[in-house]
């Protein structure tokens, strides 16, 4: 399983071995470089910045830490370690070997997912390619930048499975990859938080707290597949995926850290004072988290799902953990508690739990989301200030499933459309919070430096010091 990094696309899959595969894939590599020039990160493409690539698969020391100018980063194919003996653990074909090919009648829901995976990964790095003009510091540039890169391995990865396993089409899926774009009108990204904008560095730490956070809940389902390829490559992109919750969790921290530490300071609590001292108040912050979360919420697609049933059934989708639970893991009659809105209230009604799969999963989802919650309001608490940051009800704002067109207020209150219409600006990011958040992004890149509005991190990257030149511009 060791990577060679002597080949055009450093990989651990003996891509060598297979060279009809190996020029496919070269082939899409110029287009991939060509997108990402373009449609990557802006002003930092010739900057030798401090990113760690992955070296080996194996939990311990896989990476490597040094100065790489983001073109040249070794994208490449790394699929965690095959397990012997493996079967299958879960729905219809339980107990059976895992596959190492495409089952030929599970070849198109196989794709799709896939595709939607993959799709995500370069639209995210679309969206967040202004970001590097603003950065807070030369710190926090070089964490968007290993996440950018990142998520380009990941879409890597995908386009792996789509050349090796899908043959034409899989190539196909491949070039549209580069061909759509987040929010494109002609050409959108496939699935809506994907199409959003991330104008500004609250948008991203949220961003990357809230739904990188769905790339973990779902790229843990896929870690289960039945189809082995499938599961290999989404147990190692978890691995990097930890990393970019961590930027999106001790970001946020950082900007409630610095903002109470001025509320203490001018001793107010009054949003304006605030903001005139050029840090985020409280409130806004909580606008911001309702908004991410709710957009995030609706990736995980409707509570009652013949989508996700059949994903199950047939082995392609596992459940969050889903060796580690304790059943049949065919759920053939069992029922899941799922949450809708009947005559002006919400009720929480039994479903049968195959259909109620997407609806469990955004179950797990949210309370890992309350755990950063948890913790910032612990800082909030520290700092003696009498306020809470809180996760929205799972009906607030939802534009997928059965909440949708439903207001919900974030107490789980269910209003008239009226009552929704005038209220929502105290609850979303308005036009005006934009414009006040984007007032303060005034790049910062002295080494060791940060913008106003956010506190140091409490270490460097890689045992560095906190005034490491972590980005260097040519
Ligand atoms: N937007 O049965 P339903 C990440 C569609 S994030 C637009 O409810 P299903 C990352 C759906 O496609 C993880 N359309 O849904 C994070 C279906 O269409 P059709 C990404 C949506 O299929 C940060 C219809 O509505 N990975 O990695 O059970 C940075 C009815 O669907 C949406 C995956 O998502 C939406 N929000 O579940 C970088 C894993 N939701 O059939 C990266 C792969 C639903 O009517 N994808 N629809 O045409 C899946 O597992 C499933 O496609 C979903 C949807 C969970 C997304
Ligand atoms: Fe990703
Ligand atoms: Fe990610």
């Known amino acids: 399983m060791s990577i060679d990094y002597s080949a055009r696309i450093p990989n651990n899959v003996a891509l060598s071995d297979n060279r009809r595969l190996q ?4 082939s899409w590599q110029p287009n991939y470089l060509r997108w990402w020039r373009e449609l990557g990160p802006e002003g930092t493409q010739d900057s030798d910045v401090y990113l760690r690539t992955a070296i080996s698969v194996e939990s311990d020391g896989w990476a490597n830490f040094g100065y790489v100018k983001m073109p040249e980063y070794r994208w490449g194919i790394f699929l965690a370690a095959p397990q012997a003996e493996l079967t299958i653990a879960f729905g ?12 030929g009648e599970y070849r198109s829901p196989l794709r799709r997912l896939i595709v939607t995976q993959g799709d995500t990964e370069p639209a995210s790095v679309e969206q967040q390619r202004h970001l590097g003009h603003t950065c807070p510091s030369l710190y926090d540039l ?20 789509l050349h090796a396993y899908f043959g034409r089409d899989g190539r196909e899926e491949a070039d549209a990859m580069l061909e ?21 560095w609250l948008a991203f730490f949220m961003f990357t707290y809230f739904t990188d956070r769905d790339g973990k809940y779902q ?10 390829p499938l599961a290999r490559t989404c147990q190692f992109m978890l691995t990097e995926e930890a990393h970019h919750m961590f930027v999106g969790e001790t970001g946020i921290m950082r900007m409630v850290q610095r903002t109470c530490e001025i509320m203490n300071e001018l001793k107010t609590d009054d949003p304006e004072r ?17 908004f991410h979360f709710s957009v995030s919420l609706d990736l995980f697609g409707q509570e009652r799902s013949t989508n996700a049933a059949t994903y199950f059934t047939t082995g392609l989708k596992g459940r969050y953990h889903e060796t580690r639970i304790e059943d049949d893991h065919r759920l053939l009659d069992t029922t899941w508690p799922v949450s809708m809105c009947k005559e002006g209230a919400i009720v929480c009604e039994e479903q049968p739990a195959l259909l109620a ?30 306020y809470r940051l809180m996760l929205p009800h799972r009906g607030f704002n939802r534009r997928i499933g059965a909440f949708t067109d439903v207001g919900v207020a974030p107490d789980g209150q269910v209003l008239t459309p009226d009552a929704w219409a005038r209220q929502t600006h105290d609850w979303l990011p308005s036009d005006e919070d934009h414009a006040f ?29 906190l005034d490491f030149d972590y980005v260097k511009f040519p």
């Open 23 to 26: 020029r496919a894939l070269e």
């Open 92 to 103: 219809d074909h339980r107990g059976a070997p895992v596959w190492q090919e495409v089952p």
């Open 142 to 161: 070089r964490n968007l930048l290993q996440v950018n890169v990142e998520e380009g391995r990941h879409l890597w990865a995908m386009v792996y499975l």
């Open 180 to 200: 759509r774009h987040a929010g494109d009108p002609d050409k959108p990204r496939i699935l809506g938080a994907f199409n959003e904008k991330t104008p500004h």
């Open 219 to 228: 790229l843990a389902t896929l870690a289960e597949s039945g189809f082995d």
């Open 274 to 290: 605030i903001r005139a001292s050029g840090v985020i108040d409280l409130p806004t912050l909580q606008r911001f988290v309702n």
């Open 357 to 386: 799969l997407n609806e469990r999963l955004r179950d797990d989802y949210i309370v890992d989301c309350q755990r950063g919650l948890n913790r910032w309001n612990r800082e909030i608490e520290k700092q003696g200030i009498d």
């Open 437 to 465: 958040v984007m007032s303060l992004m005034q790049p910062v890149t002295e080494p060791g430096k940060m913008a106003s509005w956010i506190a140091p991190p409490s270490r460097g990257i890689h045992g560095q010091p």
